[in-house]
């Protein structure tokens, strides 16, 4: 972060420059992919936001990502880079289930929805609980372990998942949860956004926001949080332990992210199955950066990542040489320029600013 | 079970034939984080250079342009990182990773666009690179032992395993015994210092960064020339991470982190091997398990259970001159 220039422009203006030209190698992607970039961006917008529906969806894909960007976030308010919210996420998706396939039989929804909740908070803290400990107790580097932690859950979910198929099944996948275990759908209450699986995970996702943003910037625990993450030699002076913070953040993180399996589980397909996550755990990491941390910034990351989610489908069903697969490019290129060359722009707003006075 | 159903030959000559993606990829990162650079991005590097190796080898029919291809993609790769982390000074983790992320996609995208067969790209039938058979091997093929050891486990392979265990001695050198390798080692530990000795830093963690880059692409086109045949999509699996591992390792040093690699490449062999073979105690072991198998090393590897590695003092700094 710049400390010459003015809050606005750093907090707005340079994470706006920076997507905009992600946005335009993207653009140019397309354009050499033979299709043109202003009719895919008129499609896109159309099929995420203007129309009622797709932007249901948007919001739907938005609920996941609000959760594994508040995953990753949190570890970097710390100064830790969580990779792994895409394992977590996955993990705690077992967590849910089992309590499910458990109690959703003979518990009613009240008390399924926070029973699927803790299972997944559960699941997800204790994956990301061996990095943490591991960074904190042996300095081994949380980015290469929770790479392989996403690795070994893959893996081990490929085995575990087989053994939850019921018999005479052949889908890789857990039987369906009762009807109590379903979350309610908004469209209940909004039939404009007809059959789409936008639920009231949206809202949680809103509440957690809003918890995060008063934990980080105004309790003590979140100075001690961020006074870790911006010098730890400083805070270890200051009387903070660092390796217990170090665990405690990372299991919040992992529970964060486990609780974005609700969303897409409980709130939509109703049961476990092979790679359910689908990579909202790297769009986490994305947004988190773009976000720069802020639950503002987080939120709006989130829906345009939903909308990109959303709109990247039906581009892709237009556009012959456009496939979903873009929209990992796209994620690629907004952590290339809104993470890792986030300054890029700075000298010349400097510049601009200098001349102007 | 017997000793034979384990195939130890088969093992080993799998283990030589495994290792060169990671150590490529190791001696790559090796330059890279010697010089004081990150390089996380190795994955995404490997990746692009499979794809381009196998697309243009497959387009000219010619496996040498697809690693001349594959060589450049890399370089530019690397020249990016380079100017991320040397010139803009900014995050290396975040750069690599999004490179590694950009790639998985770009690749996939690239490939559906040209070849249409969902993110594949066709095989390379004889554009493959061919094997070289040792003279004699086959006066020999009829001795025990000694005729399987010349003519499998050491002949047999294609030019770049040879390539990639001929590199292991030479970066050695170079690190160790060159004047490069001094100014490349003085430039992880403390730039400053070698900055006051009158080295170009930055210049110098450009060099890395590109013979980082060039070494990279092998570990690609090894992967799609060599070894399949064709790109797949995210056919690199995580090689790119495991060869960093074996550096962390191997401490840095090109002997131990080749040790790293092939202990890796062992273990891919292993899993391959002893699928569906049924154990004694443990029974038949699922094929996932095993899969896990070097990821769950890697992480007791670092965890520093087997030994404590020490990273070059400034990795991951951005080197500011001081006035």
Known sequence: MNKDLPRWATGFVMPLLNLLSALLVTALVIHLLGESPTESLAILVNSAVVNPEGLSYTLFYASTFIFTGLAVSIAMEAGLFNIGAEGQMYFAGLGLTLAMLTFDSSLSAWLLIPIGMLGAALFGALWAFVPGYLQAKRGSHVVVTTIMFNYIAGALMNTIIVKLVPAGEQNPASRAFAAAAEMPRLNQWFPILGETPLNISFFLAIIALVIYGVVVSRSSWGFKLRATGLNKHAAHYAGIRISKMIIIVMLISGALAGLGSVNSIMGSTHYLSLNFVGGAGFIGIAIALMGRQHPVGIFLSAVLFGALTQGGFDLSLEKQNIPPEMVILVQGLIILFCGAMENLYAPAIAKMLKLKK | ?323
């Open chain 2, 1 to 323: 079970m017997t000793f034979d159903d384990l195939h130890i030959g088969s093992i080993l000559v799998s283990t030589v034939r495994n290792a060169p993606v990671l150590i490529f990829a190791g001696m790559a990162g090796l330059f890279a984080e010697r010089s004081g650079v990150i390089d996380i991005g190795l994955e995404g590097k490997i990746l692009a250079s499979a794809f381009v190796s196998a697309a243009v080898g497959f387009a000219t029919q010619n496996p040498w342009y697809g690693v001349m291809a594959g060589i450049v993609v890399s370089m530019l790769l690397a020249s990016l990182q380079a100017y991320i982390a040397i010139t803009q000074k900014g995050n290396q983790l975040v750069a690599g990773i999004a490179i590694n992320i950009a790639m998985s996609g770009l690749t996939f995208v690239v490939a559906q666009y040209f070849f249409q067969q969902g993110g594949r790209t066709p095989d390379l039938g004889s554009a493959r690179l061919f094997d070289v058979v040792l003279p004699g091997s086959a006066a020999v093929e009829h001795i025990p032992f000694l005729g399987w050891f010349y003519a499998h486990l050491i002949g047999g392979h294609s030019v770049l395993v040879y390539l990639a265990f001929a590199l292991v001695p030479l970066v050695h050198w170079v690190v160790y015994h060159s004047r490069f390798g001094l100014r490349l080692r003085a430039c992880g530990e403390n730039p400053h210092a070698a900055d006051a000795a009158g080295v170009n830093v930055e210049r110098q963690r450009y060099m890395a960064m590109l013979i980082a880059g060039f070494l990279c692409s092998f570990s690609g086109a090894y992967l799609s020339i060599v070894q399949s045949g064709f790109f797949l999509r995210d056919m690199s699996a995580g090689a790119g991470y495991l060869a960093l591992t074996a550096m962390v390792f191997g401490n840095w040093r090109p002997l131990y982190t080749f040790l790293g690699c092939l202990m890796f490449g062992f273990f891919g062999a292993v899993q391959i091997q002893i699928e569906g073979v049924e154990l004694p105690v443990i029974g038949r072991l699922p094929g996932a398990m095993i899969q896990m198998v070097p990821y769950v090393l890697t992480v007791i590897v670092l965890a520093g259970l087997m030994a404590k590695s020490v990273a070059p003092k400034a990795l991951g700094s951005p080197f500011v001159k001081s006035r």
